[in-house]
């Protein structure tokens, strides 16, 4: 086995990606403690240490990755996410770079690439997208119009919240969220009782459809990403099986040939016998 293919093997075991995993987790946390005024008196050389010392690991992992994976290292995007992550860890943060010392904690991120099902959950996600596109855009279009319509009917009634189009925007999407929608609502129906309605409305409209919407799609390309992936789990099992079987196939041939068959004399027997 070559020494590239010795590093491959090594960084695809089972205990070196659990430690690189314990190694995320614990820079997490001491970065995490750097911002406790208390700990950073009393155990900052320690925590900084360990920050060092996991932004060392980090870069001795990216740079085994490229020693053995070579071109393949770069048509994998979960490379470039870790890469793009610990170069921005390597500036320097001091001058006008001291605002990316507080991107440190965007190591944690590498949790995602470096755990399995987080990986398939942002996959589907991804996946998302289209489907969600389209309903964020059915979603503007409704609260525009709604938009429209508030302004016009409540604008002179409460102007604080809805005199002009911005504002009405801006209290609409304050009231799909949840956020103290009632009391918007109790100030404009003091002077418009029926207002209620054009509130329940755009509430199950904005709020429920679009939210169960919203899951529908991600559920949707969370199972299309399983069902890959258990194809794919399976059409490698399946390619395993028939090497194995390929593999026995030429042993017995080999066998076969080197088995010697019986003459005639050995099968018709000899005369003294007969």
């Excluded at 950073?40 to 980090?58: K, N, P, S, V, Y």
Aim: charged share 20%.
């Amino acid at each position: 086995m070559s020494g590239q293919e010795r590093v491959r093997a090594a960084l695809e075991s089972r205990l070196v990606q659990r430690a690189v995993i314990l190694v995320i987790i614990v820079n997490a946390v001491t970065i995490g403690c750097e911002t406790s005024a208390y700990l950073m008196e009393r155990a900052g050389g320690l925590l900084h240490a360990i920050d060092r010392i996991a932004l060392a690991i980090f870069t001795a992992e990216i740079a085994a990755r490229l020693y053995a994976y070579r071109a393949a290292f770069f048509r994998d995007p979960w490379n470039w996410f870790d890469t793009i992550i610990v170069a921005v860890a390597l500036i320097p943060a001091s001058g006008p770079t001291s605002v990316l010392r507080a991107l440190r904690i965007l190591r944690a991120l590498r949790l995602v690439s470096a755990v399995p099902s987080m990986r398939r959950v942002v996959g589907a996600l991804l996946a998302a997208v289209p489907g969600m596109a389209s309903i964020i855009g059915l979603l503007v279009l409704m609260i525009y119009i709604a938009a429209v319509i508030a302004t016009k009917l409540f604008g002179d009634i409460v102007p604080e919240r809805f005199d002009e189009l911005p504002r009405s925007l801006f209290t609409l999407f304050q009231i799909m969220t949840g956020d103290d929608w009632g009391n918007v609502a109790q100030e404009v129906m003091e002077e418009k009782p029926w207002a209620w309605i054009f509130f329940i409305v755009y509430i199950l409209m904005s709020t429920f459809v679009a939210l169960n919407l919203f899951i529908a799609v991600v559920v949707n390309a969370m199972n299309d990403v399983e069902g890959d992936a258990a194809e794919n789990e399976t059409r490698a099992e399946l390619e395993s099986v028939r090497q194995e079987l390929a593999a026995v196939n030429a042993k017995l041939d080999r066998l076969l040939i080197r088995t010697p068959s019986p003459s005639p004399s050995a099968e018709l027997g000899s005369p003294v016998d007969r």
